[in-house]
């Protein structure tokens, strides 16, 4: 049951991030169990992770629905999380250890991997390195209330939507910013680790405000093919 229930998660989380549930609509137990082939007890216990990471959320009568996110609610979310994650940069280079500061090299050459992918980069695996990365500094800032307040802020949803409207450059440009993260925790400077943070996720929202503002001026189309590399 145990990996039915991992593969249930797997498969509706993919689902969410590929945008086959309508933000914003309420989806029943019995539709995800028919989405994925499945009973509805693995479902059940999918759920209960997906909301806990946000991806999925229950209304105050316990039916479960894709958050739909306003742009005033995602300059909020990118706002919130700049400082949060200085603050989060700056706790784990005071406290990071040098097998986690290892870690962290292996996540970016993951992520190194996904962008030598033909015939462009591969962006499921970029989100995945940078989950991972980000995943690891959170593990070495040592603080349970800033996981619990990182777990509610990180809209996975968000993170993959700016991905995909990366051009290959800002993928590159937030490789370089990880880069340095990686040597501002190796010098254990708190004020250096926190200003990268920060701008590493205020450069990401100016991204994602760009890439909209052209998605509504008709120019999708030409952004996704630079972020593919064509």
Known sequence: MAKT???VYRQI???ILAGDFTPGAFVPEDEFATYCGTSRTPVR??????VSETLLQR??????FVPAWSDSDIEELFSLRAQLEAHCAQRAAELISSEQIARLREHCDFIDQALAARPGPDVPGFVEGNRRFHATILEAAQSEPLNQMM?????????????ERYTFEDIEQSQRDHRDLIEAFAAHDAQWAGAIARNHIRRAAY????????????????????????
């Not at 216990?45 to 997906?50: D, H, K, M, S």
């Not at 509610?152 to 993959?160: E, P």
């Open 45 to 50: 216990e999918a759920i209960a992770r997906l």
């Open 151 to 163: 777990r509610i802020l990180v809209s996975q949803v968000i993170v993959h939507r700016t991905a």
């Open 59 to 64: 209304s105050g009568t316990r039916r479960v």
């Open 5 to 7: 229930s991992e593969q």
């Open 13 to 15: 989380r993919a689902g």
């Open 207 to 230: 991204s994602y405000r760009l890439r909209t503002q052209r998605d509504a001026e008709g120019d999708g189309d030409k952004v996704v093919a630079e972020a593919r590399g064509a």
